[in-house]
């Protein structure tokens, strides 16, 4: 190695010796990947970094798989000579869910060759990428072959490869490589959508909303689906959520599903899902629009979760399409037109969970509030929850979560509450903590505090375990019947259902920020239900013309 380069590398290296947390650890080789953005877009050096992180995830998997075999008593015996060939049988990986991975596509070829490469590391990269795809059909399309372009600067790349193959971005003990490299893929997912802010929408989710939705629905098995999956973030959390409860064992019992209209989110979805362990067909083999070309037209899934994009007005709206069973929405919003959807992709007995802009709920244009009305009618609407501002980063539009239920019947051995004819309305809005001037995350707290209430009104298997009965606390929850609803002119805002609180703040003692964040809550309050009023005289007034 070149004296410069030797010194460039060993001072990341020993920057790395002085940490021992992966936090530390993957804030290293953010610093280190930034180093390489130079003239790329944002899009491009996503693809960039995550295609490096994902392509260091299916060698050290194959290495993982490479040594169970090596171990195993019964190879020594077989012959000497057949050792090596039974260690190369692609069907022993394939047949444990581990990619094959081409000998000059693993990590350590392309560690020990990246300073003398033949056309440098980029190209070394590229041709490993592409290895992978032939050797693999699910990936077909997904990885990136970026690294030799003009733009990519060739010494700092080689300093990110070496960064890469220290021991602590690979699995050891019992945190395997799945474990280790799905942390960092996630972790670098967050730092881009922070780096990238309205323009991460498409493709990330807060981590403490997808947290919420999952822990609500609590999907233990079946099939999961999201019309609009972006990087696949409610899937690795479904995911995660059977593992906790349930074991690593599980967490095939849920099948994924999803659709993705941008074709390099589509691509990250594909390597986030594989990454963590679950299959990458279930985002399809393209990218495609869900509303011009559904690419599940029969499925029907036992738990749907998305954040579709809000307010969408270019959108493909076909006004005779089966999916419009309770009204068609407007071409100028999309936002019915996604919550109509889902409803049409739930089995007989399936839930949903979907992030909306909070004028969902009170909106009557174009016909939007007699689909809210004919929905509620039809008793598919479970709760409402609308959420605390500056959760997402992506968006200053305040944000609510939908929940659907096609059936909220005791169903039978299940033993839940009868919930029919009524919807639970849960005011978050005071909820959540700021982790800088910008932005608030739901705590730990916060979560299981929204999902027991649900739980505990639904009266599902975790509160029971739990000892949780519902009670209807004012200024949080409220159960209201569908006649309620209907007098409030199916209007869904949670304010003007669950009240204010008994328990009157004591202005002597109230901190200035709680005071004024609860005056913003009873003002946002006292706003939608002049909303609603107005939305009603003109209303009125427009039969008195007609």
Known sequence: MPPRKRAAAAAGQGELLSVSS?????????????????????????????????????????????EELAADPELAQI?????????EEKDEYTEKNVFWVPPTARWD????????????????????????????KTLTGVLPKIFNRDNVDQKRLKELVDLISD???????????????????????????????????????????????????????????????????????????????KGKDHTHD??????????????????????????PKGVGDRWADTFADDKLPDLKADFVMANPP?????????????????????????????????????????TAGVVMANGTMTSTKSGEGEIRAAMVAADLVACMIVLPGNLFRTTTVPACLWFFAKDKSSQGARALNDCRSHVLFIDARAMGTLVDRTERILSEEDLEKISDTYHAWRGTRSAKEEGLSYENVPGFCYSATLEEIEKRDFALTP????????????????????????????????LDESARLDAVVRKQLGRIDG
């Open 167 to 245: 021991a602590r971005f690979t699995g050891h003990g019992d945190r395997p490589a799945q474990d280790v490299l799905g942390e960092t893929y996630e972790y670098f997912l967050e730092r881009f959508a922070r780096a990238e802010g309205k323009r991460a929408g498409e493709f990330y989710t807060p981590a403490s909303v997808v947290r919420l939705i999952v822990e609500v629905l609590e999907p233990y098995e079946g099939r999961v689906y999201d019309p609009a999956c972006g990087s696949g973030g409610m899937f690795v959390q479904s995911g995660k959520f059977v593992e906790r409860r």
């Open 22 to 66: 992966t936090k530390e650890i993957q804030d290293i080789l953010w610093k280190a990947a930034d180093k390489l953005r130079g003239s790329m877009d944002a899009a491009q050096y996503k693809e960039f970094v995550l295609g490096l992180v994902f392509l260091k995830y299916v060698s050290d998997a194959f290495t993982e798989r490479r």
């Open 109 to 136: 070829h392309i560690s020990e060759n990246a300073a003398s490469a033949e056309g440098g590391v980029g190209k070394l990269l590229d041709e490993a990428m592409d290895e992978v795809m032939k050797a693999n």
């Open 495 to 526: 304010g003007p259902y669950v009240g204010a609180s008994d328990n009157g703040p004591d202005l002597e003692t109230e901190p200035m920020a709680e005071r004024i964040e609860r005056l913003t809550k009873e003002l946002f309050e006292h």
């Open 254 to 279: 849920i099948a994924v599903y999803g659709q993705e209209a941008n074709e390099r989110t589509w691509r990250l979805a594909k390597m986030n899902l594989a990454i963590h362990g679950m299959d």
């Open 310 to 350: 809000f307010n969408m007005s270019d959108w493909a709206r076909k006004s005779d399409d089966r999916r419009w069973r309770y009204g068609t929405p407007p071409q100028a919003n999309a936002n019915y037109a996604w919550l109509q959807h889902i409803v049409s992709k739930l089995g007989d007995r399936g």
């Open 79 to 87: 012959p000497e000579h057949r050792r090596a060939a039974f260690l």
